[in-house]
């Protein structure tokens, strides 16, 4: 299968789940989620689906716990939205890349406040 063709359905992906998960999931557990990014395997037999989610552990773990028992009505739904031969199985991966930007963002800030109470 064509890369272009595969880049155009993890997009494509990208943008109906994290549609569902707004505006389809009805689980009070899920909060404030964002899907990064959708990797489908070559033969679309599997997509990894990146998600950020915001709050505190407590919050993280209570949605993690709403997002993996609501894959099912996700797949079901991407299967009725995008029309493929076979809908892939989803996978829930966490994306901690918003985490550790705003710590070295955090980290940055710091250094700069001790340059400036040297001089």
């Not at 999931?25 to 990797?39: A, L």
């Amino acid at each position: 299968m064509s890369q272009l063709r595969i880049e155009k359905i993890q997009e494509l992906m990208k943008q109906e789940i994290s549609q569902i998960i707004l505006q389809e999931v009805k689980d009070p557990r899920i909060g404030f989620v964002t899907v990064t990014q959708v990797e489908v395997s070559r033969d679309l037999s599997y997509a990894k689906v990146y998600v950020s989610i915001m709050g505190d552990d407590e919050q993280i773990t209570k949605c993690w716990k709403g997002l993996n028992s609501s894959l099912g009505f996700i797949r079901r739904e991407v299967g009725h939205r995008i029309r493929l031969r076979i809908v892939p199985e989803l996978r829930l991966m966490l994306d901690k890349s918003l985490d550790y930007s705003d710590n070295i963002q955090k980290l940055l800030l710091q250094i700069e406040q001790k340059e400036e109470h040297k001089e």
